[in-house]
């Protein structure tokens, strides 16, 4: 079957007349099983052994074999050069997406492309959501031997096929990257290729997904291991444009930058990179002034996306830089810590402190992609671990009963560096907070919604106020004793069964986590720490607003709980007057 194309200034104007398929001679006549496997995508140039890989996979694997080509010309009843000539290449691609479509919607085939297909930004999101795709990639010296003789090509007779090869290469890598998986086919075995290809397949495991679909902004939390590595592929179909600048700080930098950049790199993706110092104490006025000059001085453009690649406090500064400079720039969180994954990289919530407070300068700017890297944890000593984990034990203490259940099976697991535990945990956590989100993105209602996520906030940001923000005292672990204390506080008021705070202080002391406010090694002021309540921004009409519990996952905003009702709490969990 012929796969000619005729080079560009040999094709004639094109016809205005649409291509002739008849799209019910395509593909095999088996209808789609539910539950039947995905169709595997062959991608690469002329001469990667798209077609002699392929009828090995697919014999293999048990499914047929599918070349698209082929395909075309039995829908069109015309050879791909006949169709080049008489249509012209912008229809062309158009008739050879619909075949692609329809072939994606049938039974589990082995599909090689022809070298072009994957080219077109509709025809990869169809194969993005249906199918896996394997480039099958090549150096140019095996490439330039295995067309040698294809004198049937006119691409290849209008010079010389290393330069055209070359080219091409220069042209299509980048977009070749963005496939699942990427096989080197450096020699002249097939059956070793196609050995090769079926253990990539074999270990392949795709990414959880957890979507996140608002009224303005919709975005994928993508969770898995070596996400970073593969930033490019997955961020190339989201970014406005592909030049980005990464906002990292020096403590993530050496230990992941290299493998984002390579990353971005592979998809042709430019890249610039600030770096700030590590620690709360970059979130400052002075901080911000710095980053959004240097952004500005890159002469970034509307589409320029800022990649936060580090904990919380480098996603809060840069998601704030992204929302003010030029009015709003594109912005994705890849979050390298375990509190950060969970939950400042989800639900648009950014912001730098003043000597006022805590995150009192903010703007809601939503990330257009999150990638939860879950081979970064293992960076991780195990107190961030246990500071990141708080936030989710928090999701199922708030509104989610079985995530709880789960933690108290599964907890010490993920603390133990367990990556399949941590991932589910992540990808529970994200599915928890997005539902919350959708429902208040910007906590407007005066009662439950958003505002419950911040169960144990107000104690937790209340501690690290007064310890300075100085990193002695982890947000997360914060965040774990807070948790405690509005389970202690709701039984004191009547709201919560005594077993239910009993049970929280177990699961929370098992696993080592901070659970009273002696944990800190400090001792504390009752008074000065509802002074510190006092100046937190979830203060409306001059009342305090706390999240209580009526019982594990049954949490609710209140706004009339009693000052002398806090100061006595605190004081009988060890504070002074």
């Given at each position: 079957m012929s796969r000619q194309i005729p080079p560009d200034r040999h094709t004639p104007a094109a016809s205005s007349l649409a291509i002739p398929l008849d799209l019910n001679a395509v593909g095999p006549a088996t209808p789609r099983?539910?539950?039947?496997?995905?169709?595997?995508?062959?991608?690469?140039?002329?001469?990667?052994?798209?077609?002699?890989?392929?009828?090995?996979?697919?014999?293999?694997?048990?499914?047929?074999?599918?070349?698209?080509?082929?395909?075309?010309?039995?829908?069109?009843?015309?050879?791909?050069?006949?169709?080049?000539?008489?249509?012209?290449e912008p229809e062309f691609r158009r008739?050879?997406?619909?075949?692609?479509?329809?072939?994606?919607?049938?039974?589990?085939?082995?599909?090689?492309?022809?070298?072009?297909?994957?080219?077109?930004?509709?025809?990869?999101?169809?194969?993005?959501?249906?199918?896996?795709?394997?480039?099958?990639?090549?150096?140019?010296?095996?490439?330039?031997?295995?067309?040698?003789?294809?004198?049937?090509?006119?691409l290849l007779n209008a010079t010389s096929p290393h330069a055209v090869l070359a080219n091409l290469m220069q042209l299509r890598h980048p977009v070749y990257a963005e496939a699942d998986?990427?096989?080197?086919?450096?020699?002249?075995?097939?059956?070793?290729?196609?050995?090769?290809?079926?253990?990539?397949?074999?270990?392949?495991?795709?990414?959880?997904?957890?979507?996140?679909?608002?009224?303005?902004a919709s975005y994928d939390v993508v969770i898995g291991p070596d996400v970073i590595r593969r930033a490019g592929a997955l961020l190339a179909p989201v970014l406005p444009q592909k030049r980005v600048m990464v906002l990292t700080d020096e403590t993530v930098s050496p230990l992941h930058l290299p493998r984002l950049l390579e990353g971005l790199e592979e998809t042709g993706i430019r890249a610039e990179v600030i770096t700030i110092p590590p620690g709360e104490g970059s979130k400052t006025i002075g901080m911000y002034e710095r980053v959004t000059n240097a952004l500005l001085e890159a002469h970034v453009e509307r589409g320029?996306?800022?990649?936060?690649?580090?904990?919380?406090?480098?996603?809060?500064?840069?998601?704030?830089?992204?929302?003010?400079?030029?009015?709003?720039?594109?912005?994705?969180?890849?979050?390298?810590?375990?509190?950060?994954?969970?939950?400042?990289?989800?639900?648009?919530?950014?912001?730098?402190?003043?000597?006022?407070?805590?995150?009192l300068l903010g703007a809601f700017h939503q990330p257009i992609a999150v990638l939860a890297d879950t081979s970064a944890l293992a960076t991780l000593p195990v107190r961030e671990l246990r500071a990141g984990y708080a936030e989710i034990v928090k999701s199922g203490l708030l509104g989610d009963a079985g995530?709880?259940?789960?933690?108290?099976?599964?907890?010490?697991?993920?603390?133990?560096?367990?990556?399949?535990?941590?991932a589910e945990a992540i990808r529970m956590a994200c599915a928890f907070k997005a539902r919350v989100v959708v429902a208040d993105?910007?906590?407007?209602?005066?009662?439950?919604?958003?505002?419950?996520?911040?169960?144990?906030?107000?104690?937790?940001?209340?501690?690290?106020?007064?310890?300075?923000?100085?990193?002695?005292?982890?947000?997360?672990?914060?965040?774990?004793?807070?948790?405690?204390?509005?389970?202690?506080?709701?039984?004191?008021?009547?709201?919560?069964?005594?077993?239910?705070?009993d049970r929280v202080t177990r699961h929370l002391e098992r696993l080592s986590m901070p659970a009273r406010i002696s944990d800190t090694g400090r001792n504390f002021s009752a008074t000065q720490l509802v002074r510190n309540m006092q100046?937190?921004?979830?203060?409306?009409?001059?009342?305090?607003?706390?999240?209580?519990?009526?019982?594990?996952?049954?949490?609710?905003?209140?706004?009339?709980?009693?000052?002398?009702?806090?100061?006595?709490?605190?004081?009988a969990d060890g504070c002074t007057p």
């Open positions: 099983q539910p539950g039947s496997g995905r169709t595997i995508v062959l991608v690469g140039l002329m001469g990667a052994g798209k077609t002699t890989i392929g009828r090995i996979l697919a014999a293999r694997l048990g499914v047929p074999f599918v070349d698209s080509d082929e395909e075309i010309e039995r829908a069109a009843g015309y050879t791909i050069a006949d169709l080049f000539q008489k249509y012209g008739g050879e997406r619909l075949v692609i479509r329809r072939l994606l919607s049938g039974p589990p085939v082995v599909l090689a492309t022809g070298g072009g297909a994957f080219m077109d930004s509709r025809t990869r999101a169809g194969v993005r959501e249906h199918a896996i795709s394997i480039w099958l990639r090549c150096p140019l010296p095996v490439l330039v031997q295995r067309v040698a003789d294809r004198t049937h090509r006119p998986i990427i096989v080197d086919c450096g020699d002249d075995n097939v059956e070793h290729s196609a050995d090769h290809v079926m253990q990539a397949l074999k270990h392949n495991r795709q990414p959880l997904r957890v979507p996140v679909r608002l009224d303005r320029t996306t800022v990649v936060a690649l580090g904990g919380g406090v480098v996603g809060d500064l840069a998601g704030f830089c992204a929302a003010t400079t030029l009015r709003g720039l594109p912005f994705v969180q890849i979050p390298t810590t375990l509190l950060s994954q969970v939950d400042s990289s989800v639900g648009g919530k950014t912001g730098i402190n003043t000597p006022f407070g805590k995150n995530l709880f259940d789960w933690c108290e099976r599964h907890g010490a697991d993920v603390l133990a560096g367990d990556p399949a535990m941590q993105e910007r906590e407007e209602r005066r009662a439950d919604g958003r505002a419950l996520l911040n169960l144990g906030h107000t104690f937790g940001h209340a501690l690290e106020a007064e310890m300075g923000y100085n990193g002695s005292l982890l947000h997360g672990e914060a965040v774990s004793i807070g948790l405690r204390l509005a389970f202690m506080l709701s039984v004191r008021l009547g709201y919560c069964p005594a077993e239910d705070l100046r937190d921004k979830k203060m409306r009409d001059g009342r305090l607003s706390f999240v209580l519990v009526r019982g594990i996952g049954r949490a609710f905003t209140c706004r009339d709980v009693p000052d002398d009702a806090v100061l006595d709490m605190l004081r």
